[in-house]
């Protein structure tokens, strides 16, 4: 029976237009984020400084998480822990109810879509109103991200203009890309003005300073973080840097890796809430601080390089797989190679280890993050994790396991650490290579079945004259 995931993925195949609308949009990140980085050295440079930076700050991690505990409680700034995401989620509403809020305007954040945010608040009777251009528009169409920085990458212009059309029927139909963006601009400009909460994510937290960075490109985060009277900001863990030096580098090779641009539009930095004599800001910031299995993925050496993502998107980019299939496939918050990676160690193997095998190890992901997580060894790693059974930090580790695939490698095992007995079977396959089937089930569906040699490979050395043994 074919899983949900190779149901999206055979739908996903099948739609020549959005993957060739996919195509061109990722051949454009590609060919920007080259041309931001002419100075190969350069980039190196940068890769190893922005990976020391952020394995220094997970290197201390508990340290840090203190310390920024301790400076943002200073600056005035509420800091809250939340082990999973209901947590994080209970947290928010309290909040919430303590403004008597109906509704809140949201910039962009990554984590309350992890969350379920928007859908759990509007199980208690509150709006949550997206704010960020691309976040608008799915959430016009009752849709989720395709993409961590794009969420509407999967939507053509036309689509965009028929949506709004539909949705705001006052307005003129338009296909003009401005003038559909002004209107989103119009609606939400009086909604920032009223809203009683803003919620953000958080790109950096700067641990020496007690700081808040938020990179954006629309300046929805701003408006969000500065004009409601409450500030709720989430995000993971591992956001966390060690100091305000920290910051330059990351933003250096941030924007260049994500859409190719030499720097955002805007960089947001919250150290408190308005002080007295300041024009603007929120008089309450809060900072939640989600867990949702990130400790568990920082208690094994070798996994915890997936949390020095700094989210650029470049690996998704850049990933032949997501390409072809778009980012609705993966059914995660996370697609592509970091979804691929992070969202079966969130979750649990048994829930997304599926993904792991839908990737061609080509290697494009390592070789493009900025902070060189070696995604295709990670890949291979959670592979192994699948189909073992020992004691493993990874949740859920063995439950890919099928007896008898076990078993045969086993026997493949043997039978190659025993000379004779592979001789043995080397032989035997060339006597009766005529009697192995062409079609192999679903293997061959999409593959030629490789035909098996009149001889053996000691037999064909032998023929040459090759001294093999
Ligand atoms: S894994 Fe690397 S390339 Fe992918 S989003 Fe994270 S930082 Fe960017």
Redesign the pocket.
């Given at each position: 029976m074919k899983t949900e995931f190779r149901i999206q993925v055979d739908q996903a195949l099948g739609k020549q237009d959005v993957r060739a609308h996919f195509r061109k949009a990722m051949d454009t990140l590609m060919t920007n984020r080259r041309n931001q980085f002419p100075d190969n050295a350069e980039l190196q440079r940068l890769r190893d400084q922005a990976q020391v930076i952020r394995a220094n700050a997970l290197s201390k991690l508990p340290e840090l998480l203190e310390q920024l505990e301790a400076n943002l409680t200073q600056n005035g700034i509420h800091v809250h822990w939340a082990e999973t995401t209901d947590e994080a989620n209970d947290i928010v509403l309290k909040i919430m109810q303590k403004h008597n809020a109906t509704w809140m305007i949201k910039g962009k954040s990554m984590v309350s879509e992890e969350m379920g945010l928007n859908h759990f608040l509007e199980s208690k009777g509150i709006e949550a109103l997206e704010s960020d251009l691309g976040e608008f528009i799915i959430q016009l169409d009752g849709e989720t991200p395709s993409h961590?920085i794009m969420p509407a990458i999967h939507k053509s212009k036309e689509q965009i203009a028929k949506l709004f059309n539909e949705k705001f029927p006052d307005i003129p139909y338009t296909e003009d890309v401005d003038t559909l963006t002004r209107t989103a601009r119009d609606i939400l400009r009086e909604k920032f003005y009223n809203a009683p909460v803003g919620l953000s994510g958080v790109n950096f937290a700067v641990a020496e300073t007690g700081t808040l960075c938020l990179v954006e490109n629309e300046g929805n985060g701003r408006m969000s973080t500065t004009i409601p009277p409450v500030h709720i900001a989430v995000t993971g863990i591992e956001k966390v840097v060690e100091k305000f030096s920290d910051i330059p580098p990351l933003l250096s090779i941030?924007p260049r890796?994500?859409t190719g641009q030499p720097i955002t539009t805007y960089f947001n930095m919250i150290s408190s809430p308005r002080k007295q004599g300041e024009k603007d800001g929120p008089e309450e910031v809060h900072l939640v601080l989600l867990d949702n299995g990130r400790s568990r993925i920082y208690s094994d050496p070798e996994l915890l390089a997936?949390l020095?993502?700094?989210?650029?998107?470049?690996?998704?980019n850049?990933c032949p797989v997501y390409v072809r299939i778009g980012g609705h496939s993966y059914g995660t918050v996370?697609p592509?190679?970091?979804g691929t990676?992070?969202e079966p160690q969130k979750s649990g193997l048994s829930v997304h280890g599926e993904l792991v095998q839908a990737s061609s190890l080509c290697g494009a992901?390592g070789e493009?993050?900025?902070?060189?997580?070696p995604?295709p060894n990670i890949i291979n790693r959670l592979r192994y994790e699948g189909v073992h059974q020992e004691e493993s930090s990874v949740l859920d580790a063995g439950s890919k396991r099928k007896p008898m695939e076990a078993i045969t490698w086993k026997a493949w095992s043997w039978a190659a650490t025993h000379p004779s007995m592979y001789n043995l079977g080397s032989n035997l396959a060339t006597q009766v290579r005529k009697l192995v089937p062409n079609h192999l089930g679903a293997w061959t569906s999409v593959r030629t079945a490789p035909a098996i040699a009149d001889k053996t490979l000691h037999q064909q050395l032998k023929a040459l004259g090759v001294d093999h043994e």
């Open positions: 961590i941030l890796s994500a997936t020095r993502c700094i989210r650029c998107g470049a690996c998704i850049h996370y592509g190679p970091i990676i992070l992901c493009v993050c900025p902070v060189r997580i995604i």
